[in-house]
Structure formats: structure tokens, C-alpha cells
């Protein structure tokens, strides 16, 4: 059996590249690799960002673009908009992914700078726990998207600056459900539970819950409230615009898209897998992230 201490890994770095006072801690983290005498592969922008933009010195098996590597695990450092762009690229490969929190919130990055090298050891070790997201996929009848169509929190249809408000004819399984009168309409996975569908007073769904939300952005009518389905529930969506046109975002990366183009929403057929530390729960992580039971009245 292979010692823990031989053991070889491979690492793809993300990060965030607007993070310019976060170099020490990139620095940390590529130097503790170097000692593990790991793999490490880093995404190209990034690998700029920390050699010419910072001026580090650092050491890498090979500088890659998009989605052309494969590692035994993928390091996101930045918050959860980085580990968001590091899941789509990973896409179906089934890498995990550990997010090192360089941010400020960070419900899906949770792992701290100065809990780096222990998270690694437990990585070298198997000491770890992988928490499996759903993904979320939209298809447009007659128009081809720039982006790629796959989400892990959410994905919205919304009007444009300055229009006024779209209509959203939304159907469940082929069943006509509601035509809304709104800014928009977010459709949301467990993870994105706690994203932008939450700012729009969406509800907080577990991971692994098996349903989406669809959560309306200020509608017009009060009595229109967030409602869950079942996560293999098909979606489909036909929006109209006083100008002719709305957006569609995919984890905030927003297209126009003609109106009365037909959307169809599903789960995508694979799903992302977040490293989390043995014994760390889901409900703590929630507590300290929205900050409950801070209020001492």
C-alpha cells in the first residue's frame, strides 16, 4: 500500500484574479503543494494574474485554458462566484472540488487560508466527506447560446435595464402554471437556494433536497409567491417584452435572447461534487453564515 507521505495527487488551481491582497495566501497554498511534490496545473488566467499581475514566482506542471486539464482534485481560490466558474468548467469530468474561501461570504467555499494545509493532509489522507449539487440545464428552441447552458445555482430570465416589466407564460411538465408579471423569474437549484433566489426572498432549500424553486423578481401582483417542484420536473418558459427582447442568466452570465423564444429548463445529467471537511454540518455552516442567533435581545 502506498504511504500517505508518497502519495502523488494532482491539483487544477482557479482563482479569482481581482484578489490582488490575497497573494500571500496563494503563495501559501502553491508553496505546501510544492512540498506534497504534487501536480499542480493552473487555468491560464489565473496563472497570469499571479505572475505578471502579482509577481510571484511559482512552480507548475502545466498552464491550462477552460476545460482541457484532468486532476485527481480542483482547488477554487476566491469565494463562491470562483468556485462557480471552476464547476463549469469541470462540467461532467466528476473532479471534486475544495473551495478556499478568499472572499467574504462563501457558502460553497468554506475553507479558510489558514485551514489550507490541513485540508490538503486530509485530502492526502482521505479524510474528507463530498457533497454531491445538483445541476441545472436550459435549452432555446430556435436560438443558440454564446455561453454554456449548464448551472449550479441558478438560472433567471430577466428584463433588460431599461425595460419595463416581462410577462413569463411558465409551464410544469407541459402544465400551464402562472403567467408572471415581474423584473424576472430566477429557477434555482438546493445550492443557488442561498444565492440571488434568496435576495428575492426565496427560501433556504437543504442540498440534496431534490427540488428547484422558482422565485419571481419583484412582481407585480403581491399574491405571487415562490413556489418548489420536483427536480426532475421539465420547465418551460415563453417570455414577452414591450422591447422585444429580455435576458438570460446562467450563474450571472447573461445573454439576449429574442422574445418568444421557447426555454426549456431541466436537471442537467451530472452533478458537482464540493469537498467538505469530516463532521462539518450543513445547519453550523448555516447558522454562522447568515449570522442567527447573533441578535442578543
Known sequence: ???????????????????????????????????????????????????????????????????????DFVISMGGDGTLLKSAHFVGGKGIPIMGVN??????????SPQEIESAIDALY?????????AVIQVELEGQQLQTCPRALNDIAVLKRDNAS???????????YLVTYQADGLI?????????????NGGPIIVPQAGIFCLTPVA????????????????ITITVESRSHNFLIAID??????????????????????????????????LREKMMWGLDQR
Open 1 to 71: 500500500m502506498e504511504k500517505e507521505g508518497k502519495k502523488k495527487l494532482r491539483f487544477a488551481i482557479f482563482g479569482n484574479v481581482y484578489q490582488a491582497k490575497k497573494s500571500a495566501s496563494i503563495q501559501k497554498i502553491l508553496s505546501y503543494l510544492s512540498e506534497r511534490e504534487a501536480d499542480v496545473f493552473m487555468e491560464r488566467e489565473f496563472y497570469d494574474f499571479v505572475t505578471k499581475g502579482q509577481h510571484l514566482e511559482v512552480q507548475v506542471t502545466r498552464v491550462f485554458e477552460g476545460n482541457d486539464f484532468d486532476a
Open 219 to 234: 412582481p407585480h401582483s403581491l399574491n405571487i409567491r415562490p413556489i418548489v417542484v420536483k427536480d426532475d420536473s421539465e
Open 102 to 111: 478568499m472572499g467574504r461570504l462563501g457558502f460553497l467555499a468554506d475553507v
Open 187 to 199: 429557477v434555482s437549484t438546493p445550492t443557488g437556494s442561498t444565492a440571488y433566489s434568496l435576495s
Open 165 to 175: 416589466m416581462i410577462s413569463i407564460r411558465t409551464c410544469i411538465n407541459g402544465e
Open 125 to 133: 489522507r482521505g479524510e474528507y466527506d463530498l457533497e454531491d449539487h
Open 252 to 285: 450571472g452570465r447573461s445573454e439576449r435572447c429574442e422574445e418568444g423564444t421557447r426555454l426549456t429548463i431541466r436537471k442537467a445529467p451530472y452533478g458537482i461534487h464540493i469537498v467538505k471537511r469530516r463532521g462539518q454540518k450543513y445547519f453550523s455552516t
